[in-house]
């Protein structure tokens, strides 16, 4: 059974910062692509940024610049560092996982910004 754990979200001023993280637990074996996914209130969730196994990277047009996402493939873990937050950035935050042929979701971190 696989597991993902997140963590990071939390209430923010618009210009502030947050570092979410995901950790992968279980019977795991080579992960492919990593990405964080969110949700807004009434809107369909959406890909914020992805990154392959060999450390290639693409963002959402809206938070480029802003987001930046990594991986320590030794820990299994993703990471999404926001920077210059917009109360547009409010939303559930969810990281995906691929491998074995299959997606696996976490349960989500909601990310508040105020203005």
């Known amino acids: 059974q696989v597991q993902l754990v997140e963590s990071g979200g939390g209430l923010v001023q618009a210009g502030g910062s947050l570092r979410l993280s995901c950790a992968a637990s279980g019977r795991i074996f080579s992960i492919n692509t990593m990405g964080w996914y969110r949700q807004a209130p009434g809107k369909q969730r959406e890909l914020v940024a992805i990154i392959t196994s060999g450390g290639t990277s693409n963002y959402a047009d809206s938070v480029k610049g802003r987001f930046t996402i990594s991986r320590d493939n030794a820990k299994n873990t993703v990471y999404l560092q926001m920077n210059s937050l917009k109360p547009e950035d409010t939303g559930v935050y969810y990281c995906?996982?691929?491998?074995?042929?299959?997606?696996?979701w976490g349960q989500g971190t909601q990310v508040t910004v105020s203005s």
């Open positions: 995906k996982v691929n491998f074995g042929g299959q997606n696996y």
